[in-house]
């Protein structure tokens, strides 16, 4: 089926360890996105990216690092997770970069103890 | 003050009922989105609009850029249709789709 996938769809680290998000999409969209949610903060932007083996800070990069070696895929790395760090994670992509649907993808739920 | 205010925040209603969320924001947009994320689910982009009116079987998204206000409505609305609708401005003159999200509107439509 034709979307974003995201995996994992869950995971529990342990403070200091390393993991990486990956998102993949096959609608050939130039714009990726990574979201934190969490509740009360709404959805904020963490890093995105406007073409292959490009990226950018969004609102709340700090403890994050992203990588788009090929335009179908965007992958977040967390180098040394924090508890602060549990939250919902959502991928996002677009073929435009304004006025042109997001598609969203299912969400990874990461807790850190 | 947030840059998108959605009300209300809860809203519960009976199967059947007519149903409006609003939106406003105060920062100029490209365009404004509406989404709706069920409970322990993923994100769904409903309608993506700029201007006048969209409609999708029974929902109903408008826009007016002058009064800078959107709103969404449910016509017949049915217990499937629980879940939190979450509006989105979209800034123009940015060099990436630069969203900007309201707090969301949680509703419960009970049978």
């Known amino acids: 089926n034709a979307g974003v996938t995201q995996t994992p769809k869950f995971r529990v680290l342990k403070t200091g360890q390393s993991m990486t998000l990956l998102c993949a999409q096959d609608?050939?969209?130039?714009?990726m996105y990574w979201y934190r949610q969490d509740p009360g903060m709404g959805l904020r932007l963490i890093h995105y990216?406007?073409?292959?083996?490009?990226?950018a800070k969004g609102e709340v990069p700090d403890g994050y690092n992203v990588s788009r070696l090929k335009k179908q895929n965007f992958l977040l790395g967390l180098e040394s997770a924090a508890p602060s760090q549990t939250s919902v994670y959502f991928c996002?992509?677009?073929?435009?970069?304004?006025?042109?649907?997001?598609?969203f993808g299912s969400g990874t739920r990461l807790t850190v103890v | 003050k947030n840059e998108v205010e959605q009300s209300p925040q809860n809203l519960t209603a009976q199967e059947g009922e007519f149903i409006t969320i609003n939106c406003s924001y105060s920062?100029?947009?490209?365009?404004l989105h509406w989404l709706q994320q069920h409970p322990g689910g993923g994100i769904v982009s409903l309608f993506m609009?700029?201007?006048g009116k969209k409609k999708h079987g029974r929902l109903i998204a408008t826009i007016n850029i002058q009064e800078k206000h959107s709103s969404l409505h449910i016509t017949a609305s049915h217990p499937r249709d629980s879940a939190v609708y979450i509006c989105?401005?979209?800034?123009?003159?940015?060099?990436?789709?630069?969203?900007?999200f309201g707090q969301g509107t949680i509703l419960t439509v009970h049978p």
């Open positions: 989105a401005a979209e800034a123009g003159g940015t060099s990436y789709g630069k969203l900007t």
């Open positions: 609009l700029s201007s």
């Open positions: 990216s406007v073409g292959e083996g490009t990226t």
């Open positions: 609608m050939n969209h130039e714009y």
């Open positions: 996002a992509s677009s073929y435009s970069k304004t006025a042109y649907w997001f598609t």
């Open positions: 920062v100029g947009i490209s365009a």
